[in-house]
């Protein structure tokens, strides 16, 4: 039988460390000031989320979205022992894509090497923190009924250039950083059901869409880009807007549910798994997901202290970075849950 599996992990994340402490005083390109130019603290910022540092991209216009990919596309290609024109297809979830269209995927393919010397085809998915886990669930699709055989999926995210950093924004702009993570998956042929990827779940409910969203346009009007420095409103387009309590509530369900239905659906027991890895959102989220789903708190690996939300990257960056550190290990068994705007989440049992 055809199951799925990992081939290769890869991730990255640019050099700069941007610690709470420096937070208040960066000014609208992330530049650090002498004066304070947004009312907020590392006492609040750790306390609420967990966050302690997060990574930037430089911002003299050098680096975009498909960077940060390509660079964990790469690691993850060579982890794999393969070379970039073995790959068939590129999954790429973003929210942050280098441009409207066409998808940043293209990008990374291009970046790659690629583009002209094989068939490879390009997927952007748009669900934002659950991007990696729907992106699996398409692989893992696309692998078992032998669509494509060696598949790049990306999951990278720049959120430093579209913060509002100012007092107004900074509920959501003390959340995000910027990284990648990457895994290539492809077949085997095993009897072993466990083996691979074991499980994958993908939910949503609309109702959550205008909770969490960055508009930048509109397409219902004209003209579709709207923007005055002078107004207020307007220029709220130009960042996220989220209901924090209404996020994290959902989350906190979201991440549960398909947690405990991962669970009762393969009839596994965390002994049987060896790591959790949740999407990073905030330390709070995933401390109550912890208690509510009963989740044994030596199993759980997170990294928003060092890296803040990377949306879609957070899963593959957890991993590689507690790979790197020594805990992960070849054929640990691993159950992610996420939870990302639209309202989207699910969950994933897979081998690393
Ligand atoms: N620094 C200082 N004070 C702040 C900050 C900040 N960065 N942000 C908000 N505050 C203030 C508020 O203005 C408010 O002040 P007030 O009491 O004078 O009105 C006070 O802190 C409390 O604000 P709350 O919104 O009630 O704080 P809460 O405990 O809910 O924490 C937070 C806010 C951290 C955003 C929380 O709601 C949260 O984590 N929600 C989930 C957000 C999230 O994870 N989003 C992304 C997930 S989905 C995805 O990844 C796409």
């Known amino acids: 039988m055809i199951r799925t599996k990992v081939m290769g992990l890869g991730s990255y994340v640019p050099d700069r460390i941007v610690k709470n402490e420096e937070i208040p005083f960066l000014d609208e390109k992330h530049v650090r000031q002498a004066t304070k130019q947004t009312e907020t603290d590392d006492e609040w910022i750790q306390r609420r989320t967990g966050i302690k540092e997060r990574r930037y991209v430089p911002q003299d216009g050098t680096t975009a979205t498909s960077d940060l990919a390509l660079e964990a596309a790469k690691r993850a290609i060579a982890d794999a022992g393969l070379q970039p024109t073995d790959i ?44 990696f886990v729907y ?40 959340l995000f950083g910027d990284g990648a993570g990457a895994m290539v998956l492809g077949p085997m042929e095993t009897d072993d059901a466990k083996a691979g990827i074991m499980y994958t779940s993908a939910h949503a409910d609309g109702n959550g869409a205008m909770d969490l969203y960055l508009k930048i346009f509109e397409i219902a009007k004209a003209p579709y880009v709207g923007y005055d420095a002078n107004n207020r409103d307007e220029n709220q387009i130009k960042y996220p807007q989220m209901d924090g309590k209404r996020v994290f509530l959902n989350a906190v369900r979201g991440m549960v549910m398909s ?76 159950l992610s849950s996420v939870f990302g705007s639209g309202f989207t989440w699910g969950a994933a049992i897979f081998q690393v």
């Not at 109550?288 to 060092?306: C, F, G, Q, S, Y």
Request: glycine share 6%; charged share 20%; proline share 4%.
């Open 88 to 131: 068939d297809c590129i999954i790429l979830g973003t929210l942050s894509p280098d441009i409207h269209f066409p998808g940043t995927a293209v990008f990374v393919q291009k970046k790659l090497g690629i583009a002209d010397k094989t068939n490879c085809a390009c997927f952007d998915i748009r669900q934002q923190c659950s991007s």
């Open 259 to 334: 947690t405990q239905a991962a669970l009762a659906k393969t009839g596994l027991s965390w002994d049987d798994i060896t790591w959790f890895v949740p999407h990073q959102a905030n330390l709070r989220i995933n401390e109550k997901v912890v208690e509510v789903a009963k989740i044994p708190p030596e199993k759980v690996l997170n990294t928003i202290d060092l890296f803040g939300n990377t949306t879609a990257a957070t899963v593959p960056l957890t991993i590689d970075y507690w790979r790197q550190q020594g805990k992960v290990k070849k054929g640990d068994r691993i």
């Open 135 to 174: 992106g699996m669930q398409m692989a893992d699709a696309f692998v078992r009924t032998g669509m494509y055989k060696r598949i790049l999926l990306i999951g990278a995210e720049l959120h430093s250039h579209s913060l509002d950093y100012s007092t107004r924004g900074r509920d959501v702009m003390v």
